[in-house]
């Protein structure tokens, strides 16, 4: 079966860092359409905007991308492209990509190798990607999520904490440190449609409440993601108006 897939972006207008974020300006384009472009630049059959927000919503069709209104009460980003996947009426075994709205320098050919990914393993439930640490720091750093995977390239766990973690006391510690083998998880999904809907049923679980990684309900639940090496990593994401200065720059660079 030839592979076919949709990319859903969620996008709220509120965010206690930078509020009405996917509307802010980014080089002459609000936030939303930057990220819609990179989806659409993919092998996706269409790209959706799933948003609580009518006036996200409205800039959404004025720039001619497609959205969906969604519930207002979604605690994650997962569940409001669970709604949205269920209104665009998507076959059981369709492949859905969640490609977050904060992240408008999304390599298309990132987002086709996790739906490639997951069309080609029967075994996984879900798959996304990692790539190796930028520098040492984040290996200490919990904003930055870090995965180990077993030698058929599926996750055994992912953490806030440094993993896999030395027991060698320092200074010897940080030599035994294999950073070569430490990968970083990039946050990209793709899910088949029936899956997604039920993970999204789900009662958040022990270690998710912990680490707030709602990726380790999967595992939690004795299933599979797998996790390709990226071949092309993203740029920066925004979550603070530092980071939507970042990417402003980029993209005026970019518009050189």
Known sequence: ??????????????????????????????????????????????????????????????????????????????????????????????????????????????????????HQDKVADVATACAALEHREQYFDSSVVKVVRD?????????????????QESPAREESIPWSHIRRHIGIYAYRHAYLQEFASREPCPPENLERLEQLRVLWHGEKIAVAEATVSPGPGVDTLDDLERVIHLFQKQNQ
């Open 151 to 167: 030698n058929r390239g599926h996750a055994l766990y992912f953490s806030r904490s440094p993993i896999p973690y030395s027991r």
């Open 1 to 118: 079966m030839a592979l076919e897939f949709t990319v859903i972006i969620p996008a709220r207008f509120s965010s206690a860092r930078l509020p009405g974020k996917p509307l802010r300006d980014v080089a002459g384009k609000p936030l939303i359409q930057r990220t819609w472009e990179a989806a659409c630049a993919s092998a996706a059959k269409r790209v959706i905007v799933a948003t609580d927000d009518e006036g996200i919503a409205r800039a959404v069709e004025n720039f001619g991308g497609v959205s969906c209104m969604t519930a207002d009460s979604h605690i994650s980003g997962t569940d409001r492209v669970a709604q949205a996947a269920t209104l665009a009426g998507l076959d059981p075994d369709q492949i859905v990509v969640n490609v977050q709205g904060d992240e408008p320098d999304m390599p298309p050919a990132l987002v086709d190798q996790v739906a490639l990914l997951l």
